[in-house]
């Protein structure tokens, strides 16, 4: 199999001790299978479960991953934003650090980037809790009705991005409203978006960050975002959300080849700049 173009995998990180080892390994072994050049940014939020300690323990035998920390928490959204600013690739991708994703799901859904800018996986048989599942298909009908989201699970954290269209897109929320931030500016700039469903595992160790406090907190701030951006702000063409079906079974492909055999994965790219705030930002 051709490995596909260079990408950039952005894991964000707060309180994951229990799993960040195997959410490493498991990153550097689908990405070196898929990518002729690759990296993993992990960005420790402020943990303080020695998260950032085990990651730098764990560094000499990832050599294609990098740490960038936050000293103090700074919530989902900024952590999102630190990695989004560190990639160096041109297509860019985020998963969490909790394992829950293939990451073998990213070969399908890059060769869709080749075609649109914005794709967005769907958990297609989703394996959380009943009552997170029933909170979040609420919320999923709301972004769609106020912000014009188009997409099944706007919060679904395997997603991949052109980079020159992440420029338009980074994140201005700090906690976890930045997934219906990104794609409602998406859609309000222009940009296509396709969805396509992805392999989804139960959580193997630590604990969810989301909790029911989350659910008023983000509703207000879906509300705010709603009336600032998308009834007061300036509009933007809509874009039809095409939903792809693609298989989700990994492809075969050969062995893969020892790092040495690879080129390096850190050669600098174009930046991703941080654009100015705009009003009333979320």
């Known amino acids: 199999m051709r490995p596909e173009p260079s990408l950039s995998l952005v894991l964000p990180a707060y309180n994951e001790a229990a799993v960040i080892g195997r959410a490493v390994?498991?990153?550097e072994a689908a990405l070196g299978r898929l990518f002729e050049d690759y990296e993993v940014l992990v960005v420790d939020d402020g943990s303080t479960d020695g998260t950032a300690l085990l990651l730098t323990d764990?560094?000499?035998r990832a050599p294609h991953t990098r740490l960038v920390r936050h000293a103090a928490n700074r919530g989902y959204g900024a952590a999102l934003r630190t990695g989004f600013e560190a990639a160096r690739a041109p297509l860019v991708a985020f998963t969490d650090a909790d394992c829950q994703f293939d990451l073998l799901d990213l070969g399908p859904m890059v060769r869709l980037a080749a075609k649109?800018?914005?794709v967005a996986g769907y958990r297609a048989d989703r394996k959380d809790p009943w009552r997170r599942r029933f909170?979040?298909?609420g919320y999923n009908l709301l972004a769609r009705t106020l912000c014009g989201t188009g997409v099944r699970d706007v919060?679904?954290?395997?997603?991949v991005f052109r980079r020159e269209v992440l420029a338009d897109l980074l994140p201005e929320?700090?906690?976890f409203f930045v997934n219906t931030e990104m794609l409602t500016r998406a859609r309000l700039?222009?940009?296509a978006v396709t969805e396509v469903p992805v392999t989804h595992r139960p959580r193997l160790g630590g604990e969810s960050k989301v909790s029911l406090r989350e659910v008023p907190r983000?509703?207000?701030?879906?509300?705010?975002?709603?009336?600032?951006?998308?009834?007061?702000?300036?509009?933007?063409e809509p874009v039809t959300v095409l939903q792809t079906r693609v298989a989700t079974a990994p492809t075969p492909s050969a062995a893969p080849r020892p790092a040495s055999a690879r080129r390096p994965s850190s050669a600098p790219g174009l930046p991703v700049g941080p654009r100015g705030r705009r009003r009333g930002a979320a």
């Not at 919060?155 to 997603?159: F, I, P, Q, V």
């Not at 009336?227 to 933007?236: H, L, Q, S």
């Open 58 to 60: 764990l560094l000499p």
């Open 135 to 137: 909170l979040s298909r």
């Open 189 to 191: 700039l222009g940009h």
């Open 173 to 175: 929320s700090r906690g």
């Open 25 to 27: 390994a498991e990153a």
């Open 218 to 236: 983000t509703f207000r701030t879906l509300v705010g975002f709603w009336w600032r951006e998308v009834v007061t702000g300036r509009r933007a």
């Open 116 to 118: 649109y800018p914005v």
């Open 155 to 159: 919060d679904c954290a395997l997603k």
